[in-house]
């Protein structure tokens, strides 16, 4: 496997070590949450994703933050965790 570096956007100070989930063969048949962050046309960009992956064979659940400004609630985060397979975060800038 190849090392890879991802830079985290929470400006932690330091850098924290993460593994690499192993990604699905396919995604027919996932459950792909879409997680809209607030930022002005995010929804654009989202709807059209949401297109590709249905005609891809996946379900697509749609979520959004109250605000972009802050981390999503707890209760939005669990939300996603139990309700998806894969999830996809629209950012912005």
Do not use: Y
């Not at 400006?11 to 027919?28: D, M, N, V, W």
């Not at 949450?33 to 994703?49: E, V």
């Amino acid at each position: 496997m190849t090392s890879r570096v991802i830079l985290d956007p929470t400006s932690e100070k330091q850098l924290g070590s993460r593994e690499l989930l192993a990604r699905p063969a396919t995604i027919s048949g996932q459950t792909i949450g879409l997680l809209d962050i607030s930022k002005a046309r995010g929804d654009i960009f989202l709807n059209q994703l949401e297109s590709r992956l249905t005609t891809a064979g996946a379900k697509v659940l749609r979520f959004r933050k109250p605000t972009f400004a802050k981390p999503a609630p707890v209760d939005l985060r669990h939300e996603i965790a139990t309700k998806c397979t894969l999830v996809i975060e629209a950012l912005a800038d």
